[in-house]
DNA sequence: TACACAATGTTATATTATAACAATTAACAC
DNA sequence: GTGTTAATTGTTATAATATAACATTGTGTA
């Protein structure tokens, strides 16, 4: 089989309730809400996370233990990710600059380790909640 | 009260554990390791474990779920984290690069956020899996 | 058609983490 | 020392996150 270009049934449901929601949300947070599409059990959204995660459609937001889509329309592999997370409203925002990933995917560490991937996470205040 | 300048019992009958395994721990097996100790619920490893990474003393590696003790002698509160994490042998390092961490901690993001605190997490192969 | 593999459905269970509440201990002001 | 406050502990129960195992169905292609 070729490498899939379309997304199955329960791939496409999860993604779109993702999409629609615009912000991180967990896994069981999804579940519930797709249960009228049909979605009954944990392992198939979890199913379908790990898919989507695979294929760059979304990525796993670790500290939170939470997905969103990823905004990077051309991101087809999630290998290098930077996100900065509210510690007040919790509003994540992925974060795209063509000079932090260079800096990132060119960083060589004392060990001579071979990275192939990378996932960043910034804490702080946004705007927003600054100024409360 | 003042901060606290020793750590409790169970904060020490934990750490000294994480300082000795010397590798990424988990909590549960924190626990089963500590229990002829006189711990014996996941709560007071879990407590231990949030007041040990609130003061520096170990991180919590997030894409593993694992607690590692702190190498940096002079970090004292982690604020700046950057690991780098082997895929095959699962083996994790702090890295402990100073112009990494200068340029992340002025690192501006496009929205004005201000950040207080960030972690990073390089996935790859390390030298030893590298060869295999 | 037949093969291989991806995806699904389902039940059960493993793993990670916190809520709630009572009791005890430690630091400090007086 | 007494009283006050906060940190820590102990304990039971439960919530939240994630995977194992196995049977079944769908889908592309040789």
Redesign the pocket.
């Known amino acids: 089989?070729?490498k899939?270009e379309?997304?199955?049934?329960?791939?496409?449901?999860v993604l779109d309730f993702i999409e629609k929601v615009n912000e991180p949300i967990?896994?069981?947070?999804i579940l519930h809400n797709v249960q009228k599409k049909?979605?009954?059990?944990?392992?198939?959204?979890?199913?379908?996370?790990?898919?989507l995660v695979e294929i760059g459609k979304i990525h796993?937001i670790?500290s939170?233990?939470?997905?969103v889509a990823c905004k990077n329309s051309n991101c087809q592999i999630s290998k290098a990710t930077a996100f900065s997370i509210c510690e007040s409203c919790e509003e994540v925002s992925e974060i795209s600059d063509s000079k932090l990933s260079k800096y990132l995917k060119n960083f060589q560490d004392k060990a001579g380790m071979k990275f192939n991937k990378y996932n960043l996470e910034f804490f702080g205040l946004c705007k927003k909640c600054s100024i409360k």
């Open positions: 089989m070729l899939q379309t997304l199955s049934k329960n791939q496409q449901i967990k896994a069981y947070s049909g979605i009954k059990a944990p392992l198939q959204v979890y199913r379908a996370l790990d898919k796993k670790e939170r233990n939470a997905f």
